[in-house]
């Protein structure tokens, strides 16, 4: 399985971290893409490095890497998840603005009946966004909220970070015990 891991700037980044690590630990083929701002995030609410961070995917792409492999809809992947998708990203992805790597991919995604998995992470969300994110539910992608459940009694962070990829996971097919599932 090869699936694509975009993170954008929004305030959450650890999710991305942590569905990398995971889908890594799963044997998947990860092709990261990092925009700008997830970068500066990764340095302001992580101790990872971006080096580090790059090492978790088979390959890794900056946000205008236009040139890159994922950049086409005849590179085969199964899949891409967007974490944390920011509203910027939620609406160049709904209205196929494909200026960046991120985008493009996504695009393709769409076009091609991948599944593309937008993890938003904003709160409060406007009006626009949130017929954005319609937009990408009724063009085939998935929109996930990264709004953890509480009913598996979490202890600390890792818990909700756990609880989030394993529905990720899920959407993407991947068996897991991430967390405990309501009974």
């Known amino acids: 399985m090869k699936i694509i891991v975009a993170i954008c700037g929004a305030s959450g980044i650890q999710y991305g971290i942590e569905i990398l690590k995971a889908l890594r630990e799963s044997g998947v083929e990860t092709y990261l893409v990092l925009s700008e701002w997830a970068e500066k995030l990764i340095e302001e609410e992580t101790d990872y490095k971006i080096e580090d961070l790059k090492k978790l995917a088979a390959m890794s792409f900056d946000n205008n890497e236009m040139d890159a492999p994922i950049s086409s809809s005849s590179f085969l992947v199964d899949a891409m998840v967007v974490i944390p998708a920011t509203v910027k990203?939620?609406?160049e992805i709904a209205?196929?603005?494909s200026g960046t790597l991120i985008t493009r991919a996504a695009d393709n995604m769409l076009k091609t009946g991948k599944k593309l998995v937008v993890c938003v992470r904003e709160t409060p969300l406007s009006g626009p966004c949130l017929e954005n994110m319609a937009k990408i539910a009724r063009y085939g992608g998935i929109v996930m909220p990264l709004s953890?459940?509480?009913?598996h009694k979490p202890k600390n962070l890792n818990d909700l970070y756990n609880f989030i990829t394993g529905k990720i996971l899920d959407v993407l097919g991947i068996k897991n015990n991430k967390f405990r599932r309501w009974c």
Request: glycine share 10%.
């Open 89 to 91: 990203t939620v609406s």
């Open 95 to 97: 209205n196929a603005h």
């Open 148 to 151: 953890p459940g509480f009913y």
